[in-house]
């Protein structure tokens, strides 16, 4: 599985858009993007995943360069409760019965 | 529908006592993993089954057995419980969809310290 870098820590004001960068320079051409985030102390959940185009769902919206080597997982108006770690993984999609590679994310704090 | 359950939420253990971690999820999934989550680690995959009856290693198998007898259960048991397992127990599960992406669900997370 590729790589990924993303911000240790970022803030963003309640009601804002919140614009996270990852970085995936090595990405093969069969690997996807996927978002997952965790809530202190809950399970990581699933937000969004994407190939090339962009990706949009009712969480969030996923922007992914032509050059595929960067992406930016955006919510369009940040809450309190999206306060979380957010972690930007690649991986070849058909992996079921494989790990998720959970590196070290960002933690995006929401404050009003 | 629940998703996926885990049991129980806290435990606290004396060394070398034994315990069993249940997970269980009401979405028909044909895969389910153990997870567990240290500080400043991420997640690491303990065991996962790809269906009823079937079980496999991941990265940090030693000190765990695990069985999945039923599709929609997945235990996880400690036979001899180390300090080194004090951790944040997380269970998930997937589809099986060749030639997609298999979304995983996450449980709550069980609490463990290993005293």
């Known amino acids: 599985d590729a790589k990924t870098t993303q911000p240790p820590s970022m803030d963003c004001a309640e009601g804002r858009a919140a614009n996270l960068p990852c970085n995936h320079s090595?990405?093969?051409?069969?690997?996807?993007v996927y978002w997952y985030r965790q809530i202190h102390s809950q399970g990581p959940q699933y937000i969004i995943h994407?190939?090339?185009n962009n990706e949009t769902n009712e969480m969030a919206s996923l922007i992914i360069t032509e050059d595929r080597k960067s992406s930016t997982l955006i919510l369009p108006h940040a809450t309190l409760r999206d306060t979380a770690v957010y972690y930007c993984?690649?991986?070849?999609?058909?992996?079921?019965?494989?790990?998720?590679?959970f590196g070290k994310g960002t933690t995006l704090s929401v404050s009003s | 529908n629940a998703g996926v359950t885990q049991t129980p939420k806290f435990r606290v253990l004396k060394t070398g006592q034994s315990m069993t971690l249940l997970c269980a999820q009401d979405?028909?999934?044909?895969?389910m993993y153990w997870y567990r989550q240290d500080p400043g680690m991420g997640l690491r995959l303990i065991h996962y089954?790809?269906?009823?009856?079937?079980?496999a290693k991941g990265e940090v198998p030693d000190g765990y057995n695990v069985s999945r007898l039923k599709k929609q259960n997945f235990l996880l048991g400690l036979e001899s419980a180390a300090p080194s397992q004090t951790s944040v127990y997380f269970c998930?599960?997937?589809?099986?969809?060749?030639?997609?992406?298999?979304?995983?669900?996450f449980g709550p997370g069980t609490r463990l310290t290993v005293l």
């Open positions: 998930a599960s997937s589809y099986q969809l060749a030639g997609s992406y298999n979304e995983q669900f």
């Open positions: 089954s790809v269906g009823e009856g079937t079980t």
């Open positions: 090595t990405i093969s051409g069969n690997e996807y």
């Open positions: 994407g190939l090339k």
């Open positions: 979405m028909n999934h044909e895969y």
């Open positions: 993984i690649v991986r070849v999609g058909d992996q079921a019965g494989t790990a998720l590679i």
